[in-house]
């Protein structure tokens, strides 16, 4: 069964760092739009990052470009987003996606594959 698994999630104090991972079972991330979205209280997902597989290009919120880093290890089939100086307003649930393909409209486009999602916290 095709799967995606997040983790990594924790709580952190403002200024700190955090590392999640996103592993797909069931599938390869071969040719994949992977993305990382996140969905605080009362408020609507949005795009963190995402990245193509094939060509490898990675694609950055305004408010994650600096701080975040989207990347693939294809040896264990995992996408990362290291994600440092966070701040309070970083908290929120954080979710992977992957769709089969390139990256074209990331915020937007149909991703078949979404994980459970990881809690990330930060205190001020």
């Known amino acids: 069964q095709a799967q995606l698994v997040e983790s990594g999630g924790d709580s952190v104090q403002a200024g700190g760092s955090l590392k999640l991972s996103c592993g797909a079972s069931g599938y390869t991330f071969g040719w994949h739009c992977v993305g990382w979205f996140r969905q605080a209280p009362g408020k609507e997902r949005e795009g963190v990052a995402a990245i193509s597989t094939i060509p490898n290009s990675t694609y950055y919120a305004d408010y994650a470009k600096g701080r975040f880093t989207i990347s693939l290890d294809n040896t264990k089939n995992t996408v990362y987003l290291q994600m440092t100086n966070l701040q309070p307003e970083d908290t929120a649930m954080y979710y992977c996606?992957?769709?089969?393909?390139?990256?074209?409209?990331?915020?937007?486009?149909?991703?078949?594959?979404w994980g459970q999602g990881t809690q990330v916290t930060v205190a001020s």
């Open positions: 996606a992957s769709g089969t393909g390139r990256c074209y409209a990331w915020t937007g486009q149909s991703y078949k594959y």
